[in-house]
């Protein structure tokens, strides 16, 4: 059974991995804000046999993530994937935008999968298939006019993977960045289907055990099955 820490988990992403991936081969520690909608997708994951635990967290705080990591392998006894899930938008010109707002963005879409990566080291090592997921955007390599920060968080994060896959590499981690297009709002709208990049995500899960030592892969456009 592999254990996995997402955050993001009621987002479109995250509720996609929790359609494929809830089973009795998965156990997940989901974050979120709301205890409600944690509530209905732990719920879901024990009617198709899976375990699921629940922790609210705002992970803009800096001495969150350190919090998660330890509740997550703690209820789990331990950590083999960690799927960085969580993001802030404030799609609003930047001259218009709050420094609350901006500090939101940059605190959740990037300091929390820093501080959640560097906290997880230590249990991710005792594993045998470590894998840490970021989900970035093309944001992140094509910056939306609108969306200055959440493309400067989304750059960051690309480059965090860059820099640091060699290390933890070094420590048996394999770190991976997904960086897909614009989502769809809703099925059978235009955009890439959040199913997909759950796909590949399961995908890259799954190449761990193939040794791996991670990559970046860019999802513009949809996937054949």
């Given amino acids: 059974m592999s254990r996995i820490l997402l955050t993001g988990a009621s987002g479109r992403v995250g509720r996609a991995l929790i359609e ?10 989901l974050v979120g804000r709301s205890a409600e909608s944690l509530r209905q997708l732990s719920d879901e ?5 899976g375990t699921a635990h629940i922790i609210e967290a705002n992970l803009s705080s800096k001495t969150t993530p350190e ?10 006894g331990g950590l083999d994937v960690l799927i960085h899930g969580a993001a802030a938008y404030g799609f609003r010109p930047f001259a218009q935008s709050s420094p609350e707002l901006l500090l ?19 249990a991710l090592k005792l594993s045998n298939n470590a894998v840490v997921v970021q989900i970035a955007s093309t944001a992140g390599l094509r910056p939306v006019t609108e969306a200055v920060v959440y493309s400067a968080a989304k750059a960051g994060m690309i480059a965090f993977g860059q820099a640091l896959r060699p290390e933890v590499a070094g420590l048996g981690i394999a770190l991976h960045t997904v960086i ?14 959040p199913a997909h990049v759950a796909q590949c995500i399961h995908e890259l899960i799954l190449q761990r055990a193939a040794g791996c030592a991670g990559t970046d892969v860019i999802l513009d456009e949809t996937p054949s099955e």
């Fill in 20 to 29: 494929r991936l809830a089973s009795p081969e998965f156990e997940f520690a």
């Fill in 104 to 122: 939101r963005v940059l605190e959740t879409s990037l300091q929390s999968a820093i501080l959640l990566t560097h906290a997880a080291i230590p």
């Fill in 45 to 49: 994951i024990h009617a198709r046999g």
């Fill in 67 to 76: 919090t998660v990591v330890q509740q997550a392998a703690t209820a789990m």
């Fill in 180 to 193: 897909p297009g614009q989502l769809q709002l809703q099925p059978g709208g235009t955009g890439l289907p």
